[in-house]
């Protein structure tokens, strides 16, 4: 078994394998929100699991660099600091926290980028089975858990989470720009593999119709006037199809 080969992998619709993957996922999906439902806001064994499973997928991304001799860990690639990885952390995290502020990041940026990720996979770190399990499931997850936390939990968005979510992704971006140029102009690598977390160094290669064969920076502008719309949807949405109510968490959580 072959773990690594070429970098990036890109799947595409018309491979046979994109639509058993996404089948997988919406089978979890279902499965996750009708098992924590059952069990309802008082079990905290069940929430707490689901926390430990969010941190144990980003783990795995970690372990594997030192379980498969073929994978070899590089600080201009296997940090967890996309922005799919650093969600799968917090939720994680928050599993255990319930604070609706860090809900509001993560359930905006997990839906979101867990859903252009799972449309238009991009594996970073080659296609072979386990790896391409782990980027679906754990990309499929950031779109469910969130689902679960306010339907089971009774998280919720306030008024402004929007804007302040998309303030937050700036400024991470923009630390990030940094840490890639760090490691790009004064720790360079021979191989020509450069840094690129987040994507705010160069162009994701996912075929994806909001990203475009542009220079930097003038890639990100449609990526950021993208995220701002999303944004707004999603937040519509929630207010649409999530009840007002917030259900079987203390009130300390929504003050």
């Known amino acids: 078994l072959v773990f690594m080969g070429q970098l990036d992998v890109v799947i595409s619709p018309t491979e046979p394998r994109y639509w058993a993957m996404m089948a997988l996922c919406a089978a979890l999906a279902v499965w996750s929100l009708w098992f924590f439902t059952k069990k309802g806001a008082e079990n ?11 941190l144990a997928f980003q ?3 970690l372990l594997m660099f030192a379980m498969v001799p073929d994978m070899s860990f590089s600080w201009h690639r296997s940090l967890p ?9 917090l939720m994680g995290l928050n599993c255990f926290w ?36 782990l980027f679906f499931v754990k990309h499929a997850a950031l779109v469910f858990v969130p689902l679960v936390m306010a ?9 402004w989470d929007w804007i302040r979510t998309y303030g937050w992704t700036v400024a991470l971006s923009m630390v990030l720009m940094g840490l890639n140029a760090m490691l790009n102009l004064v720790f360079p690598r021979t191989d020509g593999v450069i840094a690129n977390y987040m994507y705010v160094w160069e162009a994701p290669v996912a075929d994806n119709p909001l990203v475009f ?5 003038w890639y990100l502008a449609p990526l950021h006037l993208a995220l701002l719309v ?5 937040k519509a949405a929630f207010r649409k199809w999530s009840p007002a109510t917030d259900v079987g968490i203390p009130p300390r959580w929504f003050e």
């Open 44 to 54: 905290t064994v069940a929430r707490k699991g689901l926390g430990i499973a969010m």
């Open 59 to 61: 783990g795995l991304d």
């Open 81 to 89: 600091l996309h922005l799919c990885g650093i969600n799968a952390i």
């Open 98 to 133: 319930l604070n609706r502020a860090l809900f509001s990041f993560t359930a905006f940026l997990g839906i979101i980028g867990g859903t252009h990720s799972l449309l238009t996979p991009q594996l970073p770190s080659g296609d072979a089975l386990p790896l391409m399990l």
């Open 151 to 159: 339907k089971v939990y009774g998280l919720r968005f306030r008024q």
């Open 213 to 217: 064969d542009w220079a930097w920076p």
């Open 230 to 234: 999303h944004l707004i949807l999603l």
